[in-house]
């Protein structure tokens, strides 16, 4: 169980990496292309609300998973642990890198609908994980979800990359279904941001060959 978790995982990461290291390669120059406001905004929020965490332990207690509580009526319980990261520094770095490296490609790819794209899979990752693990938080659900659209993005437009490309967005899709099937909320949480994505517009849809 472990190690496919680690793999899965791994296997997801590193395909972002490489397919975000590609998708970079947009002429950011082009005048449609806008500063991507929405990111700051998200990244700001999380990395407020986190470093709050630190000085103010109880917001971590009222943000974070808690299932009893949710069934009590806390009903922000559902997005709130999108917000803070129980697990320590650790989780910390790990979570803002994904912030940081995805989030603002994302909105320029996606455009507004990048809130559709960070907040839709994150509840859903933080539902499935209600169900196993209710008592945690974080933003790699809605991390996972952006990556989902970034693989998307890569498939979408096909005609234009190179197959590596292709055939690594395909497999980090299958390994999220593996996840999934193994209990990680990363999983679903990738394969609906990925569904999200088909539905979106996309922008700067002139890639580099």
Known sequence: MQQIWIVGN?????????????LYQFDWRNPKSRWPLLSVLIIGIT?????????????LSLFRRNYQGLMAGEWWRMITPLFVQ???WMQCFSNAFFLLAFVPLAERLYGKGLLALYFIPGIAGQIVNY???PDGGGSS????GVMGGLFVYII????LVPRFYISI???ALCAAAVLGFFRDGHGPALLVGACVATILRTQLPGLKK
Do not use: K, N, V
Request: hydrophobic letters at 55%; aromatic letters at 12%.
């Open 10 to 22: 791994g296997l997801i990461i590193i395909s972002s990496i490489i397919c975000m290291s590609y």
């Open 47 to 59: 990395i407020l609300i986190t470093g709050l965490q630190f000085i103010f332990p109880e917001i």
């Open 86 to 88: 129980p697990q320590g």
């Open 131 to 133: 169900l196993w693990s």
């Open 141 to 144: 659900t809605a991390a996972f």
């Open 156 to 159: 979408r437009h096909r005609s």
């Open 169 to 171: 967005a395909i497999a």
